[in-house]
């Protein structure tokens, strides 16, 4: 490679060789041969965020692109350098509940969740939520996870807000509904039947995005004019 001349590396616009980096493996070694080479690709090393110090987003984006290539080890690592990204926090939480890159750990799964729903993570909370209702690394506390749910809806997560109108909607027997012939169809034994407050939560769920839950509605506007 000729680097000092007039036609080599040199001549490589620095924005040009930071994407050429920004799309390099996640095997540091690869940058660290390439930094090498001439001064331009030294500079595009230091300007690209994707790099170690660079910025969480950055940071969490090039973990995301590893996982959706299943290197979902190599995501969990990138991840954990992403420092205050409320996704790259989720995600290792997620990692930890299903056991993609990790061992599978549901306690530290609700510690990572946990620290992403402080940060007012929406889907980290609906996940935070579910642990609650099936006692995963936490014990089952079903208020806490309607408290959950509600801050998860109200953060914008979908799933929280129809999660709600279904639990309001069958009350104890929600989980029996939703086909849930788990060991504990009883979870929410304790909740009354609240077609009104079903109904607002499906038609929140609509407002943002869940249009399956159009169905709910509809039913429960018909049930309630019904009655």
């Not at 950055?58 to 205050?84: C, H, M, P, Q, S």
């Not at 609700?110 to 609906?126: D, L, P, Q």
Request: with cysteine; net charge neutral.
């Amino acid at each position: 490679m000729q680097t000092r001349s007039s036609t080599g590396f040199n001549t490589i616009p620095e924005n040009v060789a930071a994407v050429v980096f920004s799309h390099l493996g996640d095997d540091p070694r690869d940058r660290v041969a390439l930094a090498q080479v001439s001064k331009v690709w030294r500079d595009a090393e230091k300007s690209d965020a994707s790099l170690p110090g660079g910025s969480p987003r950055a940071l969490f984006e090039l973990g995301r692109g590893l996982y959706d290539a299943g290197k979902r080890k190599r995501a969990v690592y990138w991840w954990r350098r992403a420092t205050g990204d409320a996704d790259a926090i989720c995600w290792i939480g997620s990692c930890y509940l299903y056991g993609y890159g990790v061992k599978r750990d549901v306690t530290k799964a609700v510690e990572w969740f946990e620290r992403a729903s402080r940060c007012g993570h929406a889907e980290a909370t609906y996940y935070l939520a579910g642990c609650y209702v099936e006692g995963l690394g936490v014990e089952k506390n079903i208020v806490k996870s309607l408290e959950l749910y509600v801050k998860a809806a109200e953060l914008g997560e979908k799933g929280a807000a129809y999660a709600l109108g279904f639990i309001y909607r069958y009350g104890p027997y929600a989980r029996r509904y939703a086909g849930d012939a788990s060991r504990d169809n009883d979870a929410f034994r304790d909740v009354a039947v609240n077609k009104t407050e079903a109904l607002k939560w499906h038609r929140v769920a609509v407002e943002l995005g869940a249009t399956y839950a159009q169905d709910e509605v509809d039913a429960l506007e018909a049930e309630l004019a019904a009655a």
